[in-house]
């Protein structure tokens, strides 16, 4: 096993570059280095002009994605090791304009999350006094894994239709949504079929695949956006036979 390794990584520094180029950096190979690991180091003794998004380094924030060779990866869960001898090349995700360096401007990604009401929508609280609202295991496994996404949009930038269209409303989205649309507490489907039944939503949706085959927590948003699909068309069918339905 080699004990150093070059990573390219992107730099952008908009007040000094027109365009992002990369620079190489000779870091430990250890074993137990994660990329972001390689990232710290130059930032702490090589470069301390690299910038970069992380928090938690466990997996769970989502805010260290980056393109690993060509790949959306985690940088907290990807060894520095798997791609020695090297060089490996780290880069910002796609499909999202870059701030600086391996930042990109999520604005757009916030503003879809929050297009889909993903949080719990009652008609009507119950009193307090009445106690909670409960579930069973059978129930909480309807939604279990779409609430793992992490928001960390490797899914974004692996999809080649948001790369196309940017009005596309997005993988992470759409799985997001169908949590809370699957979950028995929650009233809220109507709201948010207002949102996903249009072009942009599911519908816009290819079925490549990709933003199920680079999540880090298999959610499997592809299997959302179809599961969707086919409840927005049954319900469809249904408000045109049975219009009272929603009244």
């Known amino acids: 096993m080699v004990d150093r390794i070059t990573v390219e990584v992107a730099r952008y520094r908009p007040e000094k570059e027109a365009e992002p180029s990369f620079q190489a950096y000779e870091v430990p190979c250890r074993k137990d280095w994660v990329i972001l690991d390689g990232l710290n180091h130059i930032k702490d003794h090589l470069d301390g002009t690299l910038s970069y998004r992380w928090s938690c380094r466990m997996g769970v924030c989502g805010s260290c994605g980056m393109t690993v060779n060509g790949e959306p990866k985690l940088t907290c869960a990807t060894f520095l090791a798997d791609y020695a001898p090297g060089p490996l090349r780290v880069e910002p995700l796609r499909n999202f304009p870059i701030i600086r360096d391996v930042i990109v401007d999520i604005d757009d ?132 036979l049975m219009p009272w339905r929603g009244k």
Not at 155 to 161: E, G, H, I, K, M
Not at 166 to 192: C, K, M, T, V
Not at 216 to 225: E, S
């Open 109 to 240: 990604f916030m503003q879809k999350l929050s297009a889909v009401k993903p949080w719990l929508i009652r008609d009507a609280e119950k009193p307090l006094a009445e106690g909670e609202y409960r579930q069973t295991p059978a129930q909480l496994d309807e939604y279990k894994q779409f609430s793992m996404c992490i928001n960390c949009m490797l899914c974004y930038s692996a999809c080649p239709v948001y790369g196309l269209d940017p009005e596309f409303i997005g993988p992470a989205a759409i799985a997001l949504a169908q949590r809370y649309n699957l979950d028995s507490r929650d009233q809220g489907a109507r709201q948010r079929d207002e949102v996903l039944s249009k072009h942009e939503g599911i519908w816009s949706c290819t079925f490549v695949g990709e933003c199920t085959k680079v999540c880090p927590k298999h959610v499997d948003p592809a299997g959302a956006i179809q599961r969707y699909k086919l409840s927005s068309a049954m319900g469809s069918v249904k408000d045109f």
